[in-house]
């Protein structure tokens, strides 16, 4: 058996295309991390449907049940 350093999971940033790796403050929210920093998250202006400051209503229908 080769000894090996503990392997962290890694990502790539949806800000700016950068794999990173795991870190402890993320311990909890692993699954939801999508950027490397607080820097990209921000930098994430054209998120479709999203707008940061307003609070809009988009026209999505939800499910329509006939019957
Ligand atoms: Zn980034």
């Known amino acids: 058996m080769a000894h090996r350093k503990p392997h962290l999971p ?3 940033c949806e ?8 870190r402890r403050k993320w311990a909890l929210v692993w699954s939801e991390v999508k950027w490397c920093s607080d820097r ?7 998120a479709p ?3 940061a400051g307003g ?5 999505a229908p939800a499910a329509v049940v006939r019957g």
Do not use: I
């Open 15 to 22: 800000g700016c295309g950068r794999p990173f790796s795991w």
């Open 49 to 51: 449907g999203t707008t």
């Open 40 to 46: 990209c998250r921000r930098s994430k202006a054209r």
């Open 55 to 59: 609070r809009h209503s988009p026209s």
């Open 10 to 12: 890694t990502k790539t």
